[in-house]
């Protein structure tokens, strides 16, 4: 069955630099669209960043560009977020996101925290 398993997640100043990984089986990684997506406590989940197949075009909120980078490994089936210069802002679970044979999967999530 389709997995997606998040880390890399974790408490760091303003100004500071997380990787967050997930690692996908189950399901054909190279054929899939990813997305990253986060929850902020007491809001709705949103679209941060996402990676498309062949071309590896790559999309992300306003909020996040020029900050945040995902990249994905069809070797490994791994999709990465870089994320740099944090805000207090970007505190959230974040979630991997494949939307696969016609249906959302998601993983746990990580959570992220940025406080001084």
């Known amino acids: 069955q389709v997995q997606l398993v998040e880390s890399g997640g974790g408490l760091t100043q303003p100004g500071g630099s997380l990787r967050l990984s997930c690692a996908a089986s189950?399901?054909?990684?190279?054929?899939?669209?990813m997305r990253w997506y986060r929850q902020a406590p007491g809001k709705e989940r949103e679209l941060v960043a996402t990676i498309t197949i062949f071309t590896s075009i790559t999309l992300y909120a306003d909020s996040v560009k020029g900050r945040f980078t995902i990249s994905r490994d069809n070797t490994k089936n791994m999709v990465y977020l870089q994320m740099h210069s944090l805000k207090p802002e970007d505190t959230a679970v974040y979630y991997c996101n494949a939307p696969v044979g016609g249906m959302n999967y998601w993983g746990k999530g990580t959570l992220v925290t940025v406080s001084s």
């Open positions: 189950g399901f054909t990684f190279r054929t899939s669209v």
